[in-house]
């Protein structure tokens, strides 16, 4: 996880998403870098906390919903 400034001085951070299989930037909302840490940090603690998405196949899905 890396914490970046863009042009327009706000401050976003940019991290790897294994579920996609692609790099993701959130803005932070701040133009102040120690609170665009704090950010920072209560996002590591929700992203561990977020279950992992189960993915079913067509077939499954139908015998369930039957």
């Avoid at 133009?31 to 920072?40: G, H, N, Q, S, T």
């Avoid at 603690?45 to 919903?65: D, G, P, Q, R, T």
Wanted: proline share 0%.
């Amino acid at each position: 996880m890396n914490l970046l400034k863009r042009k327009n001085g706000i401050y976003y951070i940019q991290y790897f998403d294994n579920e996609e299989n692609r790099i993701r930037r959130i803005s932070t909302g701040e133009r102040i870098k120690k609170y665009a840490y704090k950010f920072l940090t209560e996002f590591r603690s929700n992203l561990k906390s977020i279950s992992a998405v189960k993915y079913i196949s067509l077939k499954f899905f139908k015998e369930e919903y039957i």
